[in-house]
T-cell receptor, first 114, second 114 residues
Framework: DGGITQSPKYLFRKEGQNVTLSCEQN?????MYWYRQDPGQGLRLIYY???????QKGDIAEGYSVSREKKESFPLTVTSAQKNPTAFYLC?????????????FGEGSWLTVV | QQQVKQSPQSLIVQKGGISIINCAYE??????FPWYQQFPGKGPALLIA?????SEKKEGRFTISFNKSAKQFSLHIMDSQPGDSATYFC?????????????FGEGTQLTVNP
């Protein structure tokens, strides 16, 4: 089945550690996005990529990094510089960044700092 | 301004009633207005969307009303059912800027009592 796969579903991070969240899509979509969800704050954009080997900062990029080496993959690294990383992270994709097509979301990954 | 303001934060409706969620935006360049439905622990899924050239769009029990002059749009859920209990997000985007990223409202937690 086509879709967006995020892994792991649950992840625990110790203070000072970097962790990487995986996002893979087999929809042949050009654009991919990472959102962070906190209770009562909606979804906030971390990074987005319109095409392979290109990505742009969103509204809350500090403490995060991404790469887009393959069309189907857009991993997010939460670095130790992110002071409050505990949240629900959502990866999304869209067929073409310039079109009005639907943005599809993955099932999300929960990150908790211990 | 890229903000989208959503209200109410939470809503309780009896089975069979009408649920109404409102959103307001400031950026007149927005040209796509979707509503997403999210169940606990899952990614958001597109429910219905509208473009500013129409004032209303209906899909089954779900209707979007759009008021371009007031820069407001709303979601109406007719004959609300317990299975509609979820968090609803409005969003807006402009296909020509910033990767056509979505800007989300803060979300409304809907509870439909049996």
């Amino acid at each position: 089945d086509g879709g967006i796969t995020q892994s792991p579903k649950y992840l625990f991070r110790k203070e000072g550690q970097n962790v990487t969240l995986s996002c893979e899509q087999n929809l042949n979509h050009d654009a991919m996005y990472w959102y962070r969800q906190d209770p009562g704050q909606g979804l906030r954009l971390i990074y987005y990529s319109q095409i392979v080997n290109d990505f742009q900062k969103g509204d809350i990029a500090e403490g995060y990094s991404v790469s887009r080496e393959k069309k189907e993959s857009f991993p997010l690294t939460v670095t130790s510089a992110q002071k409050n990383p505990t949240a629900f992270y959502l990866c999304a994709s869209k067929r073409q960044w310039f079109s009005g097509n639907t943005i599809y979301f993955g099932e999300g990954s929960w990150l908790t700092v211990v | 301004q890229q903000q989208v303001k959503q209200s109410p934060q939470s809503l309780i409706v009896q089975k069979g009633g009408i649920s109404i969620i409102n959103c307001a935006y400031e950026n007149t360049a927005f040209d796509y207005f979707p509503w997403y439905q999210q169940f606990p622990g899952k990614g958001p899924a597109l429910l219905i969307a509208i473009r500013p050239d129409v004032s209303e769009k209906k899909e089954g029990r779900f209707t979007i009303s759009f008021n371009k002059s007031a820069k407001q749009f709303s979601l109406h859920i007719m004959d609300s059912q317990p299975g509609d209990s979820a968090t609803y997000f409005c969003a807006a985007s402009n296909r020509e800027t910033s990767g056509s990223r979505l800007t989300f409202g803060e979300g409304t937690q809907l509870t439909v009592n049996p």
